[in-house]
């Protein structure tokens, strides 16, 4: 009951658009726009902040976040954002990429960009399928996990293991944060938002590559309900996909929050 | 600590998720449909059970809770979010 | 002012840096290293941007990034390298960011070799990638026209919001010939209404290059069309020599077309009416140019170093009324102005005065 | 005035050198001039080539079949070039290297030990320097005078030293071409 | 036999798996991925070779690795994705590896959307990657007819060692129509000649692009032009309508041929001598047959879902003399027969009898 | 001094055609092209073998390998394998990679070869430059080395830092057997050889991706001599690359070897 | 014959298998049919529909910009189709979710409460097969019972159990044509 | 053990490294040029040196050199190269 002796302690970022998402019910998409949006908000950082979408689910992000944006071709944000970032190096520039996107046609350019250490921010969104384009297994896809491309189950002897891309990742000298993080539950939620919000400082401090895998449900594409869908990312995404932080740089340890 | 919550339920894309999270249980969905065609969360509390914990709109995957809490709850501390 | 020796693909280098080049992004590839490897130590001289990357597809999507800003921005490769582009282009050309690419074009198909070529024409000029888009396509002659369109092309992509393509070849690259070079320019960024740099005290701005709903791609298709129109309005280069009281038109580009030149020069000495037609711009082609001389002219012989590209642009020009003849090599091989001369006398023209 | 010069030999024996040094001459005496290398995986190993024009018109191609002159380092490059001189052109050769000769009647040859001259100034790498110097003797392509400063300058600070044997070299070569022609 | 629905993406699928499809590899991408999906399934249950590569790059390489031995194979895509692979097709093509490409047009440039388009007739037709080539491209009008080129796509491929693309669209990879699908067939590998499997007891081979001398270089492409030759020769398809009489021709391929047909009809329904022309190979052009057709007909109208690309073939084929007007919609909008018809009658034909 | 009573103990391998290389004197590949073929002779596999060439100075391998033989585009070589094998299970497939092909433009394809455990062998060429077109920075160039587009060294603030491509694929679930090896001197040079035979009875035996990364000299493009590159190699190189083995598959350490 | 039907709603009110029980029963009837969906993103959130066309002639255009017949099972539908459909032409609601009603005096309206119908019948994803029953009664574009046979046949073996109740939705459909026929 | 070598001087391009790794120092370069330009690397073994010991066939890196020795050195265990 709303009463005059309350006051807001919640309501929805500034940083996002008034607009309706076309995420779906439940899209694990939903909740990370809108940390990335408190984190821009908290930092103040929002007129100085160019985005970079991916072509997947989240490839409207321009529509939702209230800053510059452009919208990438398929896998090549951080090329796009290491463009915008080298001609402008006073701006905060991040990368919101799927897995399909970042893990599968993306892998040279992430790789790269994470080896020149570009001071770039990527989120990257790990639902482990291809939303977009209907379900299709990504290389992130669990092994035996059915999906519109593995009717059968994700055989490994034919498709192939899982990538954990923060772990490769994290093997190279470039790389100054990387964590994985996940949103099947309020706690984990905000821990992703402080590894985001770490993120963006690492990059603020001009420390280098800054990467936070997210760990993100697709209820539509799983077939399952939005419930039933953050413990699907409980109980089978987090074992394989650990959480923790992969890679710190002491710079980013000893850096100095706002 | 008293609380409340208001759902904009021209966001609100019927997920069910913030029903999943309340430790009071205080959101249900309502039958009727939205004119985007889904079952609105609401919040049903007759106790004045709300805590403003947050939880539902953490969970929250289209920003559509806004939360509120009696003043003199820290406001600081209330901006930062639980972990 | 004097002339200096310099090699094509640095003296291009050079013009782009005298235009304001900010940002440049490339990938070795023969026959345009020099290019890349000249930038490699003048940018860096300067404190500019000069970023080696993992591949062509990684480069344009850089330069797709940093023309975003508003800024100056270039790459530079060959054939198989600008094959590679394709997609990158079409996304540069459908959101409506300038940039420069300059392709140093080479034998092909596939891996083919590092001798100049212009079997790319229809790759550059047609557009390559998906989707209806021309890029502005300026072929230089020679390495002095190589750095003055170079120079130029920089504001014309800004003008147009359009990606300009410099369509030279090994040839052009490698050559050195006596250059004057344009003096340098200081270009100060200055707000343009659509370039990405921070929403600070104004509405937000986005390059994207999606409509969804087919109305609105139709939107953005009619805004890159319009941008068109503007260029073959405005843009149309070319030159001629001896057209006026041809018998026959020699029509080439770029290297082929000096190489023509000779041959001509050496008909006119030998008093036949043969005269000379170079586009300059590919796209937008002189088409009406030509129906111009279509009007008076009735043969012509296209030279090019393909299997015959830019001969469908000429035969579109002058009509079907007039005999289009074509010789072109292939695989890398220039022509010797012998042979043209030698497809010239099989035309048999007869000499001035008899 | 149009020679298009073809100059060929061995990597390392500095054939794109010597075309430089025509070119930057040339351009000096304000002539066109076209310069144009071999490039490429061509360069490992086998021969390494360039081509030159230097003319009083503008010029068409920078690439020639029929080069009104050659300068020769190497005997593959003699089996490849020699049968494409132009009818009245010239064939230099490096006679320390290279045994055969051209049996046209229709060329003019001149055959010098340029590697010789160029070792007995001590300069084991001025071959070059020699033949070019022939090559604008014979033709008069290029001034003498204006391919000694062209030498000063490319030769630069780093090898200042060895200015003053190049253009011995130089003059080397311009001189057995007129003992040639005295003959 | 009685016909069955099918979708068009899933009909091709099935087509290809009964021509002998060995191993298909293809990435995701609207309005195309059905016909991955169908092949995740079927080709498991064949026990072929089904692999979702890594990106559209890939696929066309793999596809090439996969075609050097001789196999059929094949991969499919929508427009940015043919696009990635425009560098593999020109290698593809230089050292004559067999394979099928199926294209789903979807509206571009750029993102664009996922709407039927034909903007990539250019791409497809004139060869979008670099160096001279043209595959052979076939324009399917309905599901029928994808079904019956994609089972013959194959042999094609062998027979003249060629790229061969399906050139359809959106609306035929997403609409469902009654098929009748052809007899499944057992390939039989037999020894080509050419193809890698292991030198046992023969010498070695090699799949290669390289002509490192331009004289080589140039064999290897006269070897591709002479390969296109004989596509010209033999392959050129097309259908005609209502010609014989004709005071107009409508000209359109694909889906855009599908809807002037409707409107032709309407016409011929009112007395209107209006005739249709549907090339179904782009490459080769049917430019004899129009130009026949031109003997007699001095109009054209062009309908095209694009900005105008196939309008230049036409205007080569039928020569200057005659009219052709062009009709196109952009941005993945179908035209409708009422637009055809408008601009049908506002070229003011004379009806029968008056 | 050859007398009678002498015989042959080692000679050019036979899997070697007679073709004269287009090397340059004291390149690595020369070394390199060799030890693969004297393993083809050893397992005798020389018919039943087919090789992928990259885009390279290796580029012509195809002329100087007695067997089938396809060149592949630029960075393509492990997609180009992958559809051979597949299609041709029974063969043996192996790619030959430069290090500008393999690490940079090629960086997708080898990861997802990698990743889905292709059954191929994978000879990786690190000479730490682009040694065809003229000696420019690879992604493996060290920090501070001189390339013709690092002229002033590169800076491993701009061009960012080199890549492990070993430790990084090792990271991935699909890959049995990657290990780093030299050709500094005869004794190194007989540890990769052995290296490249385990790698092709990995494939041989069905047990997966394997890779043998094998440090080589560039003379020409780091203007030194024959002599001096391989004391680069050791001195330089192999301080930054460690040799040895990064993922040997317990199937692999098993395996019987013929 | 020539029928061009829009189907349109909410995802997951069986808009596509609606369109395709009238595509495959104008198979069954010998006629000539497309069918194409809505596809891709779009699904999405907003609505779906799909476009039918049945005819005796063979089909140019999938696509019609002009319906000769619509289904519309939501508010959004109605606003977006209405106006479009052909004069002459019929437009089929579901009263039970749509209060709107066409003001158009040039075309057939049949509102008929199609989710209740279903729900009576224990189906609550039924209205789409009422309202296909309506629409082939009105047009006589298929036959009913061709219908019924491909509903066997699309719900196959798993959804056996509900056939007689949809055989029955469909029959509801058929019957409230002719009411209102009767009216 | 006895052993030579034979360098095929068609195939040497003078990289000098046999000359680097011989343990004996038994290998040189000519002054002379081959065909293609190289001073090739000639054994001068009077003293009937040579082990055979593969070192120089084992870094020559274009498989110019034969090597022999003596039979009777188990053959064998010529062919696995030493470590
Ligand atoms: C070059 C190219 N290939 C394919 C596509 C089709 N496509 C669009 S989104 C997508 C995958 C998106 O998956 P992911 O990155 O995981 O994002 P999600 O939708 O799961 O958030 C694909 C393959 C495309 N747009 N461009
Ligand atoms: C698409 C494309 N881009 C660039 C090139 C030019 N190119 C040829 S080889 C090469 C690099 C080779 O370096 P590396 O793989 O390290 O092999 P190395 O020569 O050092 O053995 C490049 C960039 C090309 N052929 N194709
Ligand atoms: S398909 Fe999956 S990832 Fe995409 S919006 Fe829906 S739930 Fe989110
Ligand atoms: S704020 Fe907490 S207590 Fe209140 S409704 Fe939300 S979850 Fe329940
Ligand atoms: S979590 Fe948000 S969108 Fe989901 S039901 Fe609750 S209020 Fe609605
Ligand atoms: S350039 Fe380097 S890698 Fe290439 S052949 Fe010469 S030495 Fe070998
Ligand atoms: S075999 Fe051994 S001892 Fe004999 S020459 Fe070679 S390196 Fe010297
Ligand atoms: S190592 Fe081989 S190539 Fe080098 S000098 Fe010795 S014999 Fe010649
Ligand atoms: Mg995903
Ligand atoms: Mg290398």
Not at chain 1, 196 to 222: R, Y
Not at chain 3, 166 to 183: H, S, T, Y
Request: hydrophobic fraction near 45%; charge should be negative.
């Amino acid at each position: 009951m709303l009463t005059d002796a309350m006051e807001i302690v919640w309501q929805r970022p500034s940083s996002l658009t008034p607009a309706l998402t076309h995420y779906c019910p439940g899209c694990g998409h939903g909740i990370i726009n809108r940390l990335v949006g408190e984190v821009i908000d908290e930092l103040g950082i929002r007129e100085t902040t160019i985005g970079v979408a991916s072509v997947g689910c989240s490839v409207f992000a321009y529509n939702y976040f209230d800053c510059d944006f452009a919208e990438a071709a398929h896998g090549r944000a951080p090329a796009m954002a290491t463009g915008i970032k080298r001609v402008r190096p006073d701006r905060t520039v991040f990368t919101y990429q799927g897995d399909g996107d970042l893990a599968s046609i993306g892998t040279a350019e992430i790789v790269h960009a994470a080896a020149r250490g570009e001071n770039i921010t990527v989120i990257f969104v790990n639902n482990a399928v291809y939303g977009m384009t209907g379900g299709q297994m990504a290389p992130t896809s669990l092994p035996g996990m059915k999906t519109t491309s593995s009717p059968f189950g994700r055989d490994v002897h034919r498709a192939g293991f899982p990538i954990r891309m923060s772990e490769m990742l994290a093997t190279l000298d470039g790389t100054s944060y990387i964590v994985r993080r996940s949103t099947h539950d309020p706690g984990n939620v905000n821990k992703t938002k402080k590894a985001i919000k770490t993120a963006f400082q690492t990059q603020i401090n001009g420390l280098g590559f800054s990467l936070v895998e997210i760990l993100s449900a697709c209820p539509v594409n799983w077939n399952l309900t939005a419930e039933e869908a953050l413990h699907y990312v409980e109980e089978k995404l987090v074992p394989y996909y650990p959480l923790g932080d992969l890679k710190v740089a002491e710079t980013v340890k000893n850096m100095s929050v706002r | 600590m008293r609380g409340t919550i208001v759902i904009d339920e021209y966001r609100c894309k019927g997920c069910e998720l913030c029903t999943t999270v309340c430790p009071k249980d205080l959101i249900h969905m309502a039958d009727r449909f939205t004119a985007r065609g889904y079952h609105p969360a609401v919040l049903t509390d007759p106790g004045v059970a709300c805590t403003g914990c947050l939880l539902c709109s953490t969970i929250c995957p289209d920003a559509a809770i806004t939360v509120y809490r009696e003043a003199g709850a820290k406001r600081a501390a209330a901006v930062v979010a639980p972990q | 002012m004097t002339k200096e020796l310099w090699k094509g693909n640095e003296a291009v280098a050079e013009a782009a840096v005298r235009a304001g080049l900010h940002a440049y992004f490339g990938y070795p590839i023969t026959p345009q290293t020099e290019l890349l490897e000249y930038l490699a130590k003048r940018m860096v001289e300067l404190d500019r941007v000069f970023l080696q990357a993992e591949s062509e597809l990684a480069a344009i999507n850089m330069v797709y990034g940093a023309g975003s800003t508003g800024a100056r921005a270039m790459t530079s490769s060959s054939s198989p390298g600008v094959s590679l582009m394709q997609e990158g282009i079409s996304y540069i050309v459908a959101s409506g960011v300038p940039c420069v690419l300059v392709d140093m074009m080479r034998g092909g198909p596939g891996l083919g070799n590092i001798a100049p070529s212009q079997a790319d024409y229809f790759q550059l000029v047609k557009g390559g990638g998906h989707g209806d888009y021309h890029p502005l396509v300026l072929a230089p002659a020679s390495v002095q026209e190589a750095v003055d369109l170079t120079y130029e092309a920089f504001d014309l992509a800004m003008k147009y919001r359009s990606v300009v393509i410099i369509a030279a070849d090994g040839a052009i690259g490698q050559m050195m010939e006596p250059v004057e070079l344009p003096p340098m320019r200081d270009i100060e960024p200055k707000d343009q209404g659509w370039e990405l740099g921070g929403a600070i005290g104004r509405d937000r701005r986005i390059i994207t290059s999606i409509g969804l709903e087919p109305a609105e791609l139709e939107q953005i298709n009619l805004t890159v069309q319009a941008r068109q129109a503007l260029m073959q309005a405005a843009e149309v280069r070319y030159v001629e020599r001896w057209t006026d009281d041809a018998d026959l038109v020699v029509v080439a580009f770029g290297t082929a077309a000096r190489v023509a030149q000779s041959a001509v020069r050496e008909m006119r000495e030998r008093g036949l009416k043969v005269g000379l037609f170079r586009p300059i711009s590919l796209w937008p082609f002189p088409t009406e140019q030509l129906a111009q001389i279509a009007k008076k002219v009735k043969r012509f012989l296209v030279v090019e170093m393909n299997a015959g590209q830019m001969v469908e642009d000429v035969r579109l020009a002058v009509g079907s009324e007039p005999s289009v003849a074509f010789f072109g090599k292939m695989g890398g091989l220039v022509p010797m102005p012998e042979e043209i001369l030698e497809r010239i006398e099989a035309l048999e023209l007869v000499p001035v005065g008899s | 005035m149009h020679e298009e010069i073809i100059i060929s030999g061995f990597g390392g024996q500095g054939v794109l050198f010597a075309g430089q040094l025509l070119a930057y001459a040339g351009v000096a005496d304000g002539l066109h001039v076209t310069w144009i290398p071999s490039y490429g995986p061509e360069m490992r190993g086998g021969t390494a080539h360039c081509q030159v024009v230097i003319s009083s018109e503008e010029i068409g191609s920078p690439l020639t079949a029929h080069p009104t002159s050659v300068i020769i380092l190497n005997m593959p490059s003699m089996e490849k070039y020699e049968p494409l001189v132009k009818p009245g052109g010239l064939l230099i050769l490096d006679s320390s290297l290279i045994t055969e000769r051209t049996s046209r009647q229709d060329i003019h040859q001149i055959a010098l030990p340029a590697k010789e001259i160029a070792a007995s100034l001590g300069l084991a790498q001025s071959a070059n320097v020699v033949m070019v110097g022939a090559l604008a003797a014979a033709t008069g392509i290029v001034r003498i005078e204006t391919l000694e400063q062209v030498l000063k300058k490319k030769l630069g600070e780093r090898h200042a030293g060895t200015l003053e044997a190049n253009k011995l070299a130089l003059r080397y070569g311009v001189a057995s071409v007129k003992e040639a022609a005295a003959v």
